[in-house]
């Protein structure tokens, strides 16, 4: 085979692997969700168990593949207080986003190396080993980035009077619940914390 046609054969394994990584699942229609609400001293809490689709869509990833439950977490703060929110609120087994994140890049790693192995014994694959090798990175970088912007801090956030928070937990599937409580610090009141209980819902129809 020719110098031409090898530069040719790379270039078309380089397009054909990178299409395989670009592509994602996308459904429109999982059915609606049945809302139920806590409420405790006007602060109201929603837990929303997310299936299979709506991860996918939302997070980009079906994270029940890889383990996790994804749990929609939306705090609604209807008084003039201002309350402390971290990971610490909620008693779940919940994973950071970059742990979650690298759960998702390990599924690639088989594929990467694949093409190394191969890259020792025909160059011109470096090319599409090493377009792939840059782009998993990329991926990963921005998944762990957006998994951690959604869930909950390690570090207390604050929830301002009359506004709501949403948050996504990463629950471990062998530690999930559907009842668990969520408590919350007023800043500025006395040490007794707000612990409002809460049932998981999910979508119907």
């Not at 397009?15 to 229609?29: C, D, G, P, Q, V």
């Not at 299979?52 to 749990?71: C, I, K, M, Q, W």
């Not at 610490?88 to 690298?102: F, I, N, Q, T």
């Not at 570090?155 to 530690?175: C, H, I, M, N, Q």
């Amino acid at each position: 085979m020719s110098k031409k046609n090898f530069i040719w054969f790379a270039g078309a394994l380089s397009i054909l692997f990178l299409t395989a990584s670009w592509k994602h699942e996308r459904m429109a229609s999982y059915g609606h969700t049945a809302s139920f609400v806590q409420e405790l001293r006007g602060v109201q809490i929603t837990a929303k168990k997310y299936v299979p689709n709506e991860s996918r869509t939302f997070l980009a990833h079906d994270l029940y593949s890889l383990g996790y439950v994804p749990v929609e977490l939306t705090i609604q703060n209807n008084t003039s207080n201002s309350y402390a929110l971290s990971a610490a609120s909620v008693p779940l087994a919940c994973e950071k986003g970059k742990s979650v994140a690298w759960s998702v890049t390990k599924k690639s790693m088989p594929r990467s190396i694949g093409l190394k192995i191969a890259a020792l014994f025909f160059w011109p694959l470096l090319i599409p080993d090493t377009m792939h090798s840059i782009h998993t990175y990329r991926s990963h970088q921005a998944l762990s980035q957006d998994l951690t912007a959604k869930t909950l801090k390690e570090k207390d956030e604050v929830v301002l009077p009359y506004t709501s928070v949403k948050r996504v937990l990463y629950v471990k599937e062998e530690a999930f619940q559907e009842n668990f409580s969520v408590a919350l610090q007023e800043i500025g009141g006395d040490d007794e914390l707000l612990v409002i209980p809460t049932t998981t819902t999910t979508a119907v129809g």
